[in-house]
């Protein structure tokens, strides 16, 4: 009998937006693992092309330029925390169908990933030095969620989409106006955030109580004040 060929990581690659049923527990840890390379130290690819490709690219100042960097940096994060958030949750998810709604968000958030990392290369920045820090803090705020039930979980879903939405309103304020790429990618990233939270909330989330929301929002509030220089 001819031996069973070896477990690698490339052959589990399909696994970041499927469900993952027919998985034993060494694949499990495998595919989050390899979630969390790919969301931290990897270049995760956008499905959908980049809404800022047809903006020209107007050249900024010394001031404006960095100033742009640091509020992309905090989109950066917000996205790696997204994927941590949301793999956290899909891991202990209950139901095929919320399982199935997380990683489909989570699959539009690599997009918005992959396009603010592509505006960090342009503005010559960089993602945050603490990434790995905030995509397991998120992934275990994530699976705390799940195990709560799946209302909860969705209900996480869109008490972080909401606040996400007002962070990028004040984004879209302060950037540099000469700065229509961010602007651009900003815009629709504010589109999927809505309409994130708003599918969340018909599949049946749970309005969070106090003083959950607030402790979300002094979490985020950290996260962009270390972000935006880090």
């Given at each position: ?5 070896p ?20 694949d ?13 130290f ?6 959908r ?21 640091g ?22 998810a209950r ?55 799946d ?10 989409e ?22 651009e ?19 049946g989330a ?20 270390v972000?935006?220089?880090?």
């Amino acid at each position: 009998m001819s031996a069973s060929p070896p477990r690698t990581l490339p052959a589990l690659r399909p696994s970041r937006s499927a469900p993952g049923r027919g998985l034993d527990p060494v694949d499990r840890v495998l595919v989050e693992a390899q979630r969390a390379l790919e969301t931290v130290f990897g270049a995760p690819a956008a499905r959908r092309p980049n809404p800022a490709a047809d903006t020209p690219d107007i050249a900024l100042d010394t001031a404006e330029r960095r100033h742009a960097a640091g509020l992309m940096r905090i989109n950066h994060v917000g996205e790696v925390c997204a994927q941590g958030l949301y793999f956290g949750q899909a891991a202990v998810a209950r139901e095929p169908e919320t399982k199935a709604h997380l990683l489909e968000a989570a699959q539009e958030e690599t997009d918005h990933l992959a396009w603010c990392a592509d505006r960090l290369r342009e503005l010559d920045s960089r993602p945050s030095v603490f990434n790995p820090l905030w995509y397991g803090g998120s992934y275990a705020l994530g699976v705390l969620a799940g195990l709560r039930g799946d209302g909860w979980n969705l209900g996480f879903v869109v008490e972080t989409e909401r606040q996400v939405e007002a962070h990028l309103d004040q984004h879209l304020q302060t950037l540099p106006e000469a700065d229509q790429r961010s602007r651009e990618i900003l815009r629709t990233m504010k589109a999927d955030e809505a309409r994130h939270a708003d599918s969340a909330e018909l599949a049946g989330a749970r309005v969070l109580p106090q003083p959950i929301p607030s402790l979300m929002a002094a979490a985020s509030k950290l996260m962009k004040t270390v972000a935006y220089r880090l």
